[in-house]
T-cell receptor
Framework: GENVEQHPSTLSVQEGDSAVIKCTYS??????FPWYKQELGKRPQLIID?????GEKKDQRIAVTLNKTAKHFSLHITETQPEDSAVYFC??????????FGTGTRLQVFP | DAEITQSPRHKITETGRQVTLACHQTWNHNNMFWYRQDLGHGLRLIHYSYGVQDTNKGEVSDGYSVSRSNTEDLPLTLESAASSQTSVYFCASSARQGYEQYFGPGTRLTVT
């Protein structure tokens, strides 16, 4: 069945460094790839998303890249700040499909 | 402002009791979803609906049921609560299938 693998499960970086989280999906028909940020005790919130007709998308300090051939996509956070500390989830879906989530990455940014 | 709400936010119940968690959205979204979140498992889909009178099973549907009688609400029922159903439950909605979902604030359920 459809599956999304996410790595690493935990990531610690120094403030100002970059952080990269990677996801791999199994269904080649997937065409929508959102990323969610979940702070402790809060709901997941969409921070950026990408569709399969685009290879890269940026929004200030965050960017997502997509490699359809390899079936993987990544979240890049530059100039990390303590408020970036959270759990990040990737997901994938196909047209008229359900979102399949990865298992999450706990990012800790140390001042 | 349009929003998605869940109630109760916290619930403690006993094994064997029936429990219903409410989800209400005011975006007029056709698509609604229920997830459970447990450490190490991320967000797992329980049930979902693509419109009134439509319901579908997700990957962890055993012991749960939903009904969709209007666009705004998708209540989740645990027929006979079990300790394994202790979890945080999130409801979500989306305007279009295969597009971004917006999550409710969550319900923390403890089954003793």
């Amino acid at each position: 069945g459809e599956n999304v693998e996410q790595h690493p499960s935990t990531l610690s970086v120094q403030e100002g460094d970059s952080a990269v989280i990677k996801c791999t999906y199994s269904d080649s028909a997937s065409n929508y790839f959102p990323w969610y940020k979940q702070e402790l005790g809060k709901r997941p919130q969409l921070i950026i998303d990408i569709r399969s007709n685009v290879g890269e998308k940026k929004d200030q300090r965050i960017a997502v890249t997509l490699n359809k051939t390899a079936k993987h996509f990544s979240l890049h956070i530059t100039e990390t700040q303590p408020e970036d500390s959270a759990v990040y989830f990737c997901a994938a879906s196909k047209v008229r499909g359900k979102l399949i989530f990865g298992t999450g990455t706990r990012l800790q940014v140390f001042p | 402002d349009a929003e998605i709400t869940q109630s109760p936010r916290h619930k403690i119940t006993e094994t064997g009791r029936q429990v219903t968690l409410a989800c209400h959205q005011t975006w007029n979204h056709n698509n609604m979803f229920w997830y459970r979140q447990d450490l190490g498992h991320g967000l797992r889909l329980i049930h979902y609906s693509y419109g009134v009178q439509d319901t579908n099973k997700g990957e962890v549907s055993d012991g749960y049921s939903v009904s969709r009688s209007n666009t705004e609400d998708l209540p989740l029922t645990l027929e006979s609560a079990a300790s394994s159903q202790t979890s945080v439950y999130f409801c979500a909605s989306s305007a279009r299938q295969g597009y971004e979902q917006y999550f409710g604030p969550g319900t923390r359920l403890t089954v003793t």
